[in-house]
């Protein structure tokens, strides 16, 4: 790779996005520095600018909120579905304004947001879906790949992301128009490198041919990572089967499922994760709600209007579901968590 001499995109680069496009079915591919970037360069893309509302699930990772506000936007919050974590559909409507200009579903913990009643409101009020499938690689709704559903999608490459390049996303759109803006934002606002002149104001968006080429890599191997962490997942849902302490994220019928985290509701989640942690294991909470996030204080929202979001907050918990996990590892993990409970009454 170093021998080639080729640093900056590259040959790599140009296979990973084959590779991608190939994957997700997705028309056109760009690649950016990270998923937080990917998202930025995707609304600059739709032209979200100062003034411009973006509807946001409340329950997800800062940055689909905080791209939007450094697009110059406003994160407009939604509450989500109980049972399956994704944006609840039925809530969006309401939050609806003349000032809306997009809905950015996120595909959260290994399964996808419900897009077609998403993108029937989008077509019915004319405005742009853009998915935030960062944790979406490899999960398909209906068939087809998150992320390409929508008008613009993106996909993060991030260390614990399903598929890793350290640092690195993609953007993918099957709109041509899109697709040119994309092209050009990233490039320093120009269709083509070599030139010195810039019709438009565009910023560095690129990866490395290195890091594409652990990107290639990771493709190559994606198979066996979803065959190991289905079979870690399931493994936890027969042992900790006909718990009522711990409630596993529904399995919807519209989406695969590709384990992202061991998401779990449980009671007393304080005490159970002190368990946890003095018995040697490392675990998640669930996002913190954007609604409470300090960043967005501005923003004025009541904890009443998204009591999902809290309540999973106060329940969630991520349990290890990583490649490098044993079946001794996880029947010791399933163990104390029923010692816990056993003990607690
Ligand atoms: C990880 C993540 C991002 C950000 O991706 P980075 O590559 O870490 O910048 C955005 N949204 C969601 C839902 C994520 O999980």
């Given amino acids: 790779m170093i021998d080639k001499r080729w640093l900056?995109?590259?040959?790599?680069?140009?296979?990973?996005?084959?590779?991608?496009?190939?994957?997700?079915?997705?028309?056109?591919?760009?690649?950016?520095?990270?998923?937080?970037?990917?998202?930025?360069?995707?609304?600059?893309?739709?032209?979200?600018?100062?003034?411009?509302?973006?509807?946001?699930?409340?329950?997800?990772?800062?940055?689909s909120g905080s791209s939007v506000a450094f697009a110059g936007g406003r994160p407009v919050f939604v509450d989500v579905d109980r049972n399956n974590l994704n944006i609840d559909a039925t809530k969006i409507e309401e939050a609806?304004?003349?000032?809306?200009?997009?809905?950015?579903?996120?595909?959260?913990?290994g399964q996808s947001a419900d897009m077609d009643p998403i993108v029937e409101i989008a077509r019915k009020h004319n405005i742009r879906v853009i998915e935030d499938a960062a944790q979406g690689y490899g999960v398909f709704y209906k068939g087809w790949h998150t992320g390409t559903i929508g008008d613009v999608g993106t996909i993060s490459f991030f260390a614990d992301k399903t598929i890793t390049t350290g640092e690195g996303a993609v953007v993918l759109t099957n709109n041509e128009e899109i697709y040119k803006n994309l092209r050009a934002i990233r490039n320093q606002g120009r269709e083509s490198s070599g030139t010195f002149i810039h019709p438009e104001l565009g910023m560095n968006f690129r990866m490395t041919d290195l890091q594409c080429a652990v990107g290639v890599a990771q493709i190559k191997k994606f198979k066996e990572i979803e065959v190991i962490k289905l079979k870690n997942y399931y493994l936890y849902k027969k042992l900790l089967a006909g718990m009522n302490e711990l409630e596993f994220v529904e399995e919807t019928t519209y989406s695969n499922y590709m384990p992202f985290r061991t998401a779990v509701?449980?009671?007393?989640?304080?005490?159970?994760?002190?368990?946890?942690?003095?018995?040697?294991?490392?675990?998640?909470?669930?996002?913190?709600?954007?609604?409470?996030?300090p960043c967005f204080s501005y923003?004025?929202?009541?904890?009443?209007?998204?009591?999902?979001?809290?309540?999973?907050?106060?329940?969630g918990l991520c349990l290890p579901v990583h490649c490098f996990l044993t079946e001794?590892?996880?029947?010791?993990?399933?163990k104390i968590i029923k010692k816990f409970y056993g003990s607690s009454g």
Avoid: W
């Fill in 265 to 293: 509701k449980v009671m007393n989640l304080k005490g159970l994760c002190n368990y946890l942690k003095e018995n040697g294991i490392q675990t998640r909470g669930f996002f913190y709600p954007l609604h409470r996030q």
């Fill in 8 to 63: 900056t995109e590259g040959p790599f680069s140009r296979e990973f996005l084959k590779l991608l496009q190939d994957f997700t079915g997705a028309k056109y591919a760009v690649l950016a520095n990270n998923g937080t970037l990917a998202l930025y360069l995707a609304l600059k893309a739709l032209d979200i600018k100062s003034g411009d509302e973006v509807i946001v699930p409340d329950f997800t990772f800062n940055a």
């Fill in 299 to 315: 923003l004025g929202y009541s904890k009443e209007a998204f009591p999902v979001s809290n309540m999973l907050n106060d329940t």
């Fill in 328 to 334: 001794e590892d996880i029947k010791y993990v399933c």
């Fill in 96 to 109: 609806i304004t003349e000032k809306t200009k997009a809905i950015m579903p996120v595909h959260v913990y």
